[in-house]
């Protein structure tokens, strides 16, 4: 059984929103969403809800990453049939142990090894694991090491030979944030604006690992790797630092750099306000935001 996405958690009867915490390897998904004959991280978990709880479910996510992206901190949300409840707790609960453990231990065995439901819990009232959310925050992840990529960091590190100038990326990075149109740093979706705030965005250094740290409101499609993409043109002394903030007047995407490889890519946390804000925060983030004229 299934409710839209924007519904607000059951807790009196009927259906139940649950919230879930995720984590996954994207290397062998087309993405999170759902697609006909493409294995997506959303499809896999409501295959394995579905046989659980013993009808369809549909799942709902703040990221809906892309194809290749991984999540160590990816949120989503369900609703359930609040009958099947006492099935899904377990009848014999040890004092204090969390509400859904055994749910998630059955999921571990009904799940592939590249996905894994690291929590579940009851929804506040309002929750929306996307309309809520005040903020997501990604990691992306370059080895500068002579000899590439470590063998197990191989599917989330993106091996870099050519010569990073780190100071002129940081520049860059400081000159995009703030609340702007990021045209030309999405992949374009007819009706889908691009207004987003960039809170984040800066680059450390460990050893030979180089990462990435960008948070924001939201995130267009494709907008994260396509940052990434463009600061490593100035890092590589091919475009000065002001270039950056100069693509921010087109209203497209730019074809003058590429985005960086989808493996690089981690969602590493989502953050949300307390619950009796929930309702509030979805208002403000369905009010779709427009580019100003002139």
Partial sequence: MVTSHDQPAISDGGLVRLRLDIAYDGTAFAGWATQVNQRTVAGVLAEAFTTIVGEPVSLYAAGRTDAGVHATGQVAHLDVPAACLPGLRGRYRPDGAPEFDRL???????????????DIARAPAHFDARFSALRRHYEYRLSRAPFGVLPLARHDVVGWHRPLDVDAMNAASQELLGLRDFAAFCRHREGATTIRELQRFDWGVDGHQLTARVSADAFCWSMVRSLV??????????????????????????????????????????????????????????????????
């Fill in 229 to 294: 993409g463009a600061v490593l043109a100035v890092g590589e002394g091919r475009r000065p630092v002001q270039w950056c903030a100069d693509l921010l007047k087109k209203e497209r995407r730019s074809s003058d750099f590429a985005a960086a490889p989808a493996r690089g890519l981690t969602l590493v946390g989502v953050d949300y306000p307390p619950d009796d804000e929930m309702a509030a925060r979805v208002m403000i983030t369905r009010d779709v935001r427009i580019r100003p004229s002139g």
């Fill in 104 to 118: 998630i231990r059955r999921l571990s065995r009904f799940l592939p090894n590249d996905v894994r439901v690291l």
